[in-house]
């Protein structure tokens, strides 16, 4: 499906984003959104992982697939998955055959925790996390570069690598939407460079394949940034009231591409309006964010977060 036939998603949504203080949580522990029929947009809460990951499901006519389970025991999810699912077939005739397929944007705890869950699912796949299973189980025989489609029935989702962030990361394309996922590799908070080379030449296809295909939205799976241009929560924070949308635009993920070619090649963090970039796993960037994660983590305990984050 082309670009201007683009099922539109519905972005305007107040996501969970987490409670002032242990006294008062207050979320939900998962929040579930119809960006579009049979697309799922599911937020873990922060009152359970300070990661508060999104998790999409894309529903098909043949089966579904499921980005992620989350950085928590998964059987919260797995319920609202079933419902989902049973949801989306009520009005199929006579066919019990359908199937959930569980791949992972990449293999990272946050990401895999609740995969359990899933593992004795009747008609479900869940697909390992290192990197021979990712290309075993989407036919990627030249990665990261070649785009494999895996149909859903009735809409295709195209997959290839994004190594960088981790070994094993993909980008998953919606066609019928226009929603490229791009995992922890890029969204509105601290991407955490492993290798930079990698990333470099990840963020080139990124944008060119947004371009050809005429990418509408860029989702990653975690907000971090406030809406100051710049300015990140803390790492660990438990409480984003000021967050921005966890929807990015092909000029956001362009100016990205930009920016790190800026900074590759420096360990330390770096910070760009819409994104900060980890390069490098020394003191130059361990140090800083932990000291303001503890001093963050203090502040949420005592309860003095009520004010914004930039004031
Ligand atoms: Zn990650």
């Known amino acids: 499906m082309s670009a201007p036939d683009a099922v539109p998603l519905d972005t305007d949504v107040r996501w969970i984003h987490?409670?002032?203080?242990?006294?008062?949580?207050?979320d939900p522990p998962l929040q579930v959104h119809h960006l579009a029929p049979g697309t799922v947009l599911v937020r873990q809460?922060?009152?359970?992982?300070?990661?508060?990951?999104?998790?999409?499901?894309?529903?098909?006519?043949?089966?579904?697939?499921?980005?992620?389970?989350?950085?928590?025991?998964?059987?919260?999810?797995?319920?609202?998955?079933?419902?989902?699912?049973?949801?989306?077939?009520?009005?199929?005739?006579?066919?019990?055959?359908?199937?959930?397929?569980v791949a992972h944007t990449h293999g990272h705890g946050d990401h895999v925790a609740g995969d359990a869950a899933f593992s004795g699912r009747p008609r479900t796949t869940v697909v390992g996390h290192d990197l021979d299973a990712v290309r075993g189980f989407f036919g990627?025989?030249?990665?990261?570069?070649e785009v494999v489609a895996l149909d859903l029935g009735g809409r295709t989702a195209e997959v290839f690598g994004i190594p960088g962030h981790?070994?094993?990361?993909?980008?998953?394309?919606?066609?019928?939407?226009?929603?490229?996922?791009?995992?922890?590799?890029?969204y509105p908070g601290r991407i955490y460079v492993e290798d930079p080379a990698a990333l470099l030449d990840t963020l080139d296809r990124l944008v060119a394949f947004a371009e050809q295909r005429g990418v509408r939205h860029v989702l990653g799976c975690h907000v971090e940034m406030t809406?100051?241009?710049?300015?990140?929560?803390?790492?660990?924070?438990?409480?984003?009231?000021?967050?921005?949308?966890?929807?990015?635009?092909?000029?956001?993920?362009?100016?990205?591409?930009?920016?790190f070619r800026t900074v590759a090649h420096r360990p330390g963090i770096h910070r760009f309006d819409d994104v900060v970039f980890c390069v490098g796993e020394g003191p130059r960037v361990l140090v800083p964010l932990q000291a303001r994660a503890l001093v963050e983590q203090l502040r949420w305990r005592l309860g003095l977060l009520r004010r914004r984050p930039d004031a």
């Open 18 to 26: 987490g409670s002032p203080s242990p006294r008062h949580l207050v």
């Open 166 to 186: 981790h070994p094993a990361s993909i980008a998953v394309h919606d066609a019928l939407t226009g929603l490229l996922h791009t995992g922890d590799t890029v």
């Open 227 to 259: 809406r100051r241009p710049g300015r990140d929560y803390p790492l660990g924070s438990r409480y984003q009231p000021d967050e921005p949308s966890p929807f990015m635009t092909v000029a956001q993920l362009r100016a990205a591409r930009d920016a």
């Open 45 to 101: 809460s922060k009152d359970l992982t300070y990661e508060a990951p999104f998790i999409l499901l894309l529903l098909g006519e043949d089966r579904a697939l499921l980005l992620d389970t989350g950085a928590v025991d998964g059987s919260e999810l797995r319920s609202t998955v079933d419902r989902l699912v049973a949801d989306h077939t009520a009005t199929r005739t006579g066919d019990t055959a359908y199937e959930v397929v």
């Open 140 to 145: 990627i025989t030249d990665w990261p570069s």
